[in-house]
């Protein structure tokens, strides 16, 4: 049970096209942005999406591309 979300969620995100991630980050980076400020939680979740945003705005080889979905559908977010 604990594979699943992880799965399903890697699964939505290989069917997504590149502008539906960013807005998909963008959204979270949005829900974020509305927490505490002094929240930890959101603190590194804003790091992550920023950097989520920043790699997928970098040129990637084919390879780069697996190992970013990879890690990608490791999130749930």
Same mark, same amino acid.
């Given at each position: *049970?604990?594979?699943a ?6 699964d939505?995100w290989?069917? *997504?096209?590149n502008?539906?991630?960013k807005a998909a =980050?963008?959204?979270? =980076?949005k829900?974020m942005?509305k927490?505490?400020?002094?929240s930890?939680?959101a603190?590194?979740? +804003?790091r =992550?999406?920023?950097?989520? +945003?920043?790699l997928m ?5 084919s390879?780069?591309e697996?190992e970013l979905e990879l890690?990608?559908a490791?999130l749930?977010?």
């Amino acid at each position: *049970m604990g594979t699943a979300a992880p799965t399903q969620f890697g699964d939505i995100w290989r069917k *997504m096209g590149n502008e539906e991630k960013k807005a998909a =980050v963008q959204e979270d =980076v949005k829900r974020m942005n509305k927490l505490s400020a002094n929240s930890a939680y959101a603190s590194h979740c +804003l790091r =992550v999406l920023n950097k989520i +945003l920043q790699l997928m705005s970098q040129p990637r080889t084919s390879s780069k591309e697996k190992e970013l979905e990879l890690l990608f559908a490791g999130l749930s977010l």
